[in-house]
């Protein structure tokens, strides 16, 4: 059955896969990011969401995507503080972390196993439970990157000179 999952997916998927695997590995260390692709981050989120519309969930599976975002939101908030090194107008330095890749993992594998089960077993799709948990996942990872952009937004902005000397070690 396994097989059967991985043979039938289609090859531009995999490309998508390794695509997403690098660019979440590259956020794994120090680096220096325009503050535009940081402000952008929150679309991502967004279309997580929009998926969540896509299954036609009951009214209460918006409340725990409410909730849900909310934390994700905070903790996003709360974490990102301690990676952001410096901040210009046009820049942030940040260190490496791990999150940003467990977050495009976290999408990718929602819209796989939803993909997967359209072709498997299209009857889990409408259950209440799968809604949930589907919902809950893209919530948190859409609340995780609204908190980490809403965290870069609001720190402190430092001279250009100071954001390259700690980037780049100087």
């Known amino acids: 059955m396994i097989d059967g999952i991985l043979n039938g ?10 695509f997403l695997l690098i660019l979440g590995l590259i956020d794994t260390r120090a680096r220096k990011s325009p503050l535009h692709v940081f402000y952008l981050l929150p ?6 969401l929009r998926a969540v519309n896509a299954l036609d969930v009951v009214f209460a599976v918006w409340g725990v995507v409410l ?7 905070w903790v996003g908030f709360r974490v990102q503080k301690k990676w952001i090194v410096a901040k210009s107008r046009m820049f942030v ?31 889990l799709l409408t259950s209440t439970t799968y809604h ?9 990872v859409a609340g995780l990157f609204g908190g980490r952009t809403l965290s870069v937004a609001l720190a402190p902005t430092t001279e250009l000179d100071e954001v390259h000397r700690v980037a780049f070690g100087l």
């Open 9 to 18: 997916v289609p090859t531009w998927v995999w490309f998508l896969f390794v």
């Open 132 to 140: 949930i948990i589907f919902a809950a996942i893209a919530a948190m």
């Open 93 to 123: 330095s940040l260190k490496g972390e791990w999150l940003t890749l467990v977050q495009i993992m976290s999408i990718f594998a929602i819209n796989f196993a939803t993909g997967t089960l359209k072709a498997v077993s299209p009857e």
């Open 67 to 73: 909730l849900v975002y909310v934390f994700g939101a």
């Open 43 to 48: 679309l991502l989120g967004a279309m997580s």
